[in-house]
């Protein structure tokens, strides 16, 4: 399977408790892409990668998250101090520089569950 | 900033022709894209537009008029699998895309 890789696919913790999430592009997209997502709503931007480099971050987005993608390749969402608020599925997506439309490729998220 | 809007919901009938709209205000742009999400899935891409008309793909249309802010999205021949999500979503590619909050579409029999 050649498409985008999320992990872990479920995550239920304790308010308070700390969540990573780890994104795997396809492999030849040089952009990486974070969304979160809740019933009913449309993916909300949360920041994106070009190689290495975070190019934009939501102005929405606490300090409580911090998104990484050291080598250009994989990419991984830390979420600290977690809230009941922060439940939702959160999206990875990619896509290749210099591509016609630079559609996006999702990946099939990361559902979080905070009680 | 970009403002987004869609209809919440629609229905139609299997066979029948449905059009979702989307209205956008956005500081600058290069492409509208359409994507269908089924409900516990990702989304996936469906059309894009970059210049004004209307862009063709199967049984999928979808129309971009970039001076009134204005796309639509054309659906023929209805079949049960297309009840989905229908995302409209703006974006300079390779850049930031912001989405709509998206279209409920119901297909009956």
């Known amino acids: 399977d050649t498409g985008v890789s999320q992990d872990p696919r479920h995550k239920i913790t304790k308010r308070g408790q700390n969540v990573t999430f780890r994104c795997d592009p396809i492999?030849?997209?040089?952009?990486l892409y974070w969304y979160r997502q809740t019933l009913g709503q449309g993916p909300e931007f949360l920041t994106y990668?070009?190689?290495?480099?975070?190019?934009?971050k939501s102005r929405l987005l606490s300090d409580r998250f911090s998104a990484e993608r050291p080598k250009g390749s994989f990419s991984t969402l830390e979420i600290q101090r977690t809230e009941q608020g922060d439940s939702a599925m959160y999206l990875c997506?990619?896509?290749?520089?210099?591509?016609?439309?630079?559609?996006?490729?999702f990946g099939e998220g990361s559902r979080l569950t905070v009680l | 900033g970009q403002n987004i809007d869609q209809p919440t919901e629609m229905t139609a009938t299997e066979g029948a022709i449905v059009q979702i709209n989307c209205t956008y205000q956005?500081?600058?742009?290069?492409?509208l894209f359409w994507y269908q999400q089924h409900a516990g899935e990702a989304p996936t891409f469906l059309s894009y537009?970059?210049?004004?008309g209307l862009e063709e793909k199967g049984r999928f249309s979808s129309f971009l008029s970039r001076s009134k802010g204005y796309s639509y999205l054309l659906l023929k021949e209805l079949q049960m699998k297309d009840s989905a999500s229908y995302l409209c979503?703006?974006?300079?590619?390779?850049?930031?895309?912001?989405f709509g909050p998206g279209t409920r579409l119901s297909v009956l029999p």
């Open positions: 979503a703006v974006g300079n590619y390779g850049q930031n895309f912001v």
């Open positions: 990668f070009q190689n290495e480099a975070q190019l934009e």
């Open positions: 997506a990619s896509s290749r520089v210099g591509a016609y439309t630079g559609e996006l490729f």
């Open positions: 492999s030849e997209h040089n952009r």
């Open positions: 956005t500081s600058g742009f290069n492409g």
């Open positions: 537009n970059v210049l004004d």
